[in-house]
T-cell receptor
Framework: AQSVTQPDIHITVSEGASLELRCNYS??????LFWYVQSPGQGLQLLLK??????LVQGIKGFEAEFKRSQSSFNLRKPSVHWSDAAEYFC???????????FGKGTTLSVSS | NAGVMQNPRHLVRRRGQEARLRCSPM?????VYWYRQLPEEGLKFMVY??????IDESGMPKERFSAEFPKEGPSILRIQQVVRGDSAAYFC???WGTGGAEETQYFGPGTRLLVL
């Protein structure tokens, strides 16, 4: 069955420190992969996506993610976290463009000063 | 360019009432998806629609829930005879529907439904 696992429920990072949020997926074919961010009481904003090609993808707000097929992972990274990055982050996988997405349960990021 | 719009943003219903949630996709988008987010859970797919057509409703509960996307007007998610377990955030997403590399789902702000 298709699934997405985000092993870390909650992460706290100091402002200015680097960040890595983990995402592992289980999928039979080449997946379409996404990272979304949700601020409290808000909708989801797309950070970045991977469809094919270069396995290191750049997104908005200084985020990047690397697709590693051998590890079935699509981890999100940021070199220097800002207080405004505190939010909930969701990894998602789709069968192909335009189909239902399967979401992980999310990782809540807190940023300490 | 306006994003995906959902209304109402908050909806309170008593058990047994009907809840009607609306979603207007981004301009030019012809595909709509509905997801439900329970507390401390990720989003779960419910239904995928094109104009006047349901493409995939595999995530929709068999009873009390229905969805439509008419030729004119917003997509509607209808929940009849609501129960407390229906309390959740309901998100709508839209996409172009071309199936190409730009086929990304863009989400609305959600409707928070509270059933008393």
């Amino acid at each position: 069955a298709q699934s997405v696992t985000q092993p870390d429920i909650h992460i706290t990072v100091s402002e200015g420190a680097s960040l890595e949020l983990r995402c592992n997926y289980s999928y039979g074919a080449t997946p379409y992969l996404f990272w979304y961010v949700q601020s409290p009481g808000q909708g989801l904003q797309l950070l970045l996506k991977y469809f094919s090609g270069d396995t290191l993808v750049q997104g908005i707000k200084g985020f990047e993610a690397e697709f590693k097929r051998s590890q079935s992972s699509f981890n999100l990274r940021k070199p220097s976290v800002h207080w405004s990055d505190a939010a909930e982050y969701f990894c998602a996988v789709g069968a192909q463009a335009g189909t239902a997405l399967i979401f992980g349960k999310g990782t809540t990021l807190s940023v300490s000063s | 360019n306006a994003g995906v719009m959902q209304n109402p943003r908050h909806l309170v219903r008593r058990r047994g009432q009907e809840a009607r949630l609306r979603c207007s996709p981004m301009k030019g988008h012809s595909h709509v998806y509905w997801y439900r987010q329970l507390p401390e859970e990720g989003l779960k797919f419910m239904v995928y629609l094109q104009k006047e057509n349901i493409i995939d409703e595999s995530g929709m509960p068999k009873e009390r829930f229905s969805a439509e996307f008419p030729k004119e007007g917003p997509s509607i998610l209808r929940i009849q005879q609501v129960v407390r377990g229906d309390s959740a955030a309901y998100f709508c997403a839209s996409s172009w529907g071309t199936g190409g590399a730009e086929e990304t789902q863009y989400f609305g702000p959600g409707t928070r439904l509270l059933v008393l």
